[in-house]
């Protein structure tokens, strides 16, 4: 496009003549200047638009240009907020983390206290005089005798502890354990698969010591035993007269949990 600007200046330069009138050649001359200068036109008008449409085409790139570096400052901004929730949640978790280890760290000091009221409970239990046998007990002495039948249902001595709570019984009849050694007639008897013998043993303790304290473990334990026999209407109607007569005892608890109830 230089060159030919050039060129066209260079014809129109020599198109001026000095004085003399045109001849032939000056005529051609000026007629090669004039094309040229045509061509120089169509060239310019050319260039005019290609220079618009570059202009044009820069404008879109532009504009793609804005838009494609919002959606990078939109992305930097979305990666920042993930990053910081991230932490947020990095932050939670290790106070969880830390609250978790305390409760362990609190756990395990409750455990070992326990483990040491165990051994000094082990210690104490060890350190427990050992209970009479029958050929120790001083004639004339319960205390003694019902250590001694206590003894042998611990051992699983249970036709001797039987011996024995029935001698408590029959010797001492209105002490104030004699109730708590017929239990554990019934007890014995339930312990050796007697479920019989256990009930009736049982009902002489509700019935002959009716006002003493072990009526409800008797009427539970007799319940049991019915259950054991298959006799359910039977056990049931034990357990709901401990649950009606003594509402607030333990084996009225029990009754509950054996009746399905809560």
Same mark, same amino acid.
């Given at each position: 496009?230089?060159?030919?600007? &050039?060129?066209?200046? =260079? !014809?129109?330069?020599?198109?001026?003549?000095?004085?003399? &009138?045109?001849?032939?050649?000056?005529?051609?001359?000026?007629?090669?200047?004039?094309?040229? !200068?045509?061509?120089?036109?169509?060239?310019?008008?050319?260039?005019?638009?290609?220079?618009?449409?570059?202009? &044009?085409?820069?404008?879109?790139? $532009?504009?793609?240009?804005?838009? =494609?570096?919002?959606?990078?400052?939109?992305?930097?901004?979305?990666?920042?907020?993930?990053?910081?929730?991230?932490?947020?949640?990095?932050?939670?978790?290790?106070?969880?983390?830390?609250?978790?280890?305390?409760?362990?760290?609190?756990?395990?000091?409750?455990?070992?206290? =326990?483990?040491?009221?165990?051994?000094?409970?082990?210690?104490?239990?060890?350190?427990?005089?050992?209970?009479?046998?029958?050929?120790?007990?001083?004639?004339?002495?319960?205390?003694? =005798?019902?250590?001694?039948?206590?003894?042998?249902?611990?051992?699983?001595?249970?036709?001797?502890?039987?011996?024995?709570?029935?001698?408590?019984?029959?010797?001492?009849?209105?002490?104030?354990?004699?109730?708590?050694?017929?239990?554990?007639?019934?007890?014995?008897?339930?312990?050796?698969?007697?479920? $019989?013998?256990?009930?009736?043993?049982?009902?002489?303790?509700?019935?002959?010591?009716?006002?003493?304290?072990?009526?409800?473990?008797?009427?539970?334990?007799?319940?049991?035993?019915?259950?054991?026999?298959?006799?359910?209407?039977?056990?049931?109607?034990?357990?709901?007269?401990?649950?009606?007569?003594?509402?607030?005892?333990?084996?009225?608890?029990? &009754?509950?949990?054996?009746? $399905?109830?809560?």
């Amino acid at each position: 496009m230089v060159s030919r600007i &050039a060129i066209v200046i =260079l !014809l129109a330069a020599m198109m001026v003549p000095a004085t003399a &009138a045109p001849s032939g050649d000056q005529k051609d001359r000026d007629a090669q200047i004039k094309l040229a !200068l045509d061509e120089l036109k169509n060239e310019v008008v050319v260039l005019g638009r290609q220079v618009r449409d570059m202009q &044009a085409s820069m404008d879109r790139s $532009g504009g793609q240009m804005n838009a =494609l570096i919002n959606q990078i400052v939109d992305n930097v901004n979305a990666i920042r907020q993930a990053q910081s929730r991230v932490a947020e949640g990095s932050v939670s978790a290790i106070n969880q983390a830390n609250s978790l280890g305390e409760q362990l760290s609190a756990t395990n000091q409750r455990i070992e206290r =326990l483990s040491e009221q165990m051994a000094e409970l082990k210690r104490l239990v060890e350190n427990l005089p050992k209970l009479p046998t029958m050929t120790q007990i001083t004639p004339g002495n319960p205390d003694q =005798l019902f250590a001694a039948a206590y003894g042998d249902y611990s051992r699983g001595n249970y036709d001797l502890a039987i011996s024995e709570f029935r001698q408590y019984v029959e010797t001492y009849p209105t002490s104030e354990m004699a109730d708590n050694a017929q239990y554990w007639i019934g007890e014995a008897f339930y312990a050796k698969k007697q479920l $019989g013998e256990a009930i009736a043993e049982f009902d002489k303790v509700i019935n002959i010591f009716s006002k003493g304290d072990k009526v409800p473990a008797a009427r539970l334990k007799k319940g049991m035993a019915l259950m054991d026999q298959g006799q359910t209407e039977a056990a049931r109607a034990e357990f709901q007269a401990i649950i009606k007569w003594h509402p607030r005892s333990n084996e009225a608890q029990l &009754a509950r949990q054996q009746l $399905g109830e809560k």
